[in-house]
């Protein structure tokens, strides 16, 4: 079964930087996309980042463009997103999340993710 497990985030002030991490375990995951959403209070969960497993494609939001870096260690199966010059509206829990599949139709849409992480609150203070 498809395991995954993020960890690092935390209280960061307005043009820090954080990196979260993903554990993923349960497959091989090779054919798979991973992706990084994320859930203001009050709002809808919305992709930030996503990259294909195999071929190592990475996707981003507009709002991440510049600023995030998604990026996968195969051999220890594991995703990560480096955030830098967050601002307060980056507050939000981020979730990684895997389908298997490697599509650009499918990757910024959260229904196609069949796993999903508990989450890790980012906290950004003006």
């Known amino acids: 079964q498809v395991q995954l497990v993020e960890s690092g985030g935390g209280l960061v002030q307005a043009g820090g930087s954080l990196r979260l991490s993903c554990a993923a375990s349960?497959?091989?995951?090779?054919?798979?996309?991973m992706g990084w959403f994320r859930q203001a209070p009050g709002k809808e969960r919305e992709f930030v980042a996503g990259?294909?497993?195999?071929?190592?494609?990475?996707y981003y939001a507009d709002s991440a463009k510049g600023r995030f870096t998604i990026s996968s260690d195969n051999a220890k199966n594991t995703v990560s997103l480096q955030m830098n010059s967050l601002k307060p509206e980056d507050t939000a829990v981020y979730y990684c999340?895997?389908?298997?599949?490697?599509?650009?139709?499918?990757?910024?849409?959260?229904?196609?993710?069949?796993?999903w992480g508990q989450g890790t609150q980012v906290t950004v203070s003006s």
């Open positions: 349960g497959t091989t995951f090779n054919g798979y996309t």
């Open positions: 990259i294909s497993w195999s071929r190592g494609v990475t």
């Open positions: 999340a895997a389908q298997a599949r490697e599509s650009p139709r499918t990757v910024y849409y959260s229904s196609y993710y069949a796993y």
